[in-house]
């Protein structure tokens, strides 16, 4: 089992930064990804970014330019520095890890909410 904690969201005005960080404690060493997924009232969760052990990094569109994940394979943390925060921005926002392998499990935080006010 893997137990992630999320901290560091909160209230921020259009244009500002907030910053993300996940500690990952447990059985850890067979854990591939990580990454930040961001869920808004009444939509589907989705993607934010994503990094491997290996340090390959995902982004969509929307966050690119404006969002950098990290990762600290030694801690087990990642974090997510988010910039030009937009109020579409706006979401819970879950940190998640999953394992190698096809049967690799995958677990997620409780989740922080991020709030970019117009």
């Known amino acids: 089992q893997v137990q992630l904690v999320e901290s560091g969201g909160g209230l921020v005005q259009t244009g500002g930064s907030l910053k993300l960080s996940c500690a990952a404690s447990?059985?850890?060493?067979?854990?591939?990804?990580m990454g930040w997924y961001r869920q808004a009232p009444g939509k589907q969760r989705r993607l934010v970014a994503t990094?491997?052990?290996?340090?390959?990094?995902n982004y969509p569109d929307s966050v690119k330019g404006r969002f950098t994940i990290s990762r600290d394979n030694a801690d087990n943390t990642v974090a997510l520095q988010m910039n030009s925060l937009q109020p579409e921005d706006t979401a819970v926002y879950y940190c998640?890890?999953?394992?190698?392998?096809?049967?690799?499990?995958?677990?997620w935080g409780q989740g922080t909410q991020v709030t970019v006010s117009s």
């Open positions: 998640n890890a999953k394992e190698w392998g096809i049967l690799g499990r995958s677990y």
């Open positions: 447990g059985s850890t060493s067979n854990i591939y990804v």
């Open positions: 990094i491997t052990s290996g340090g390959t990094i």
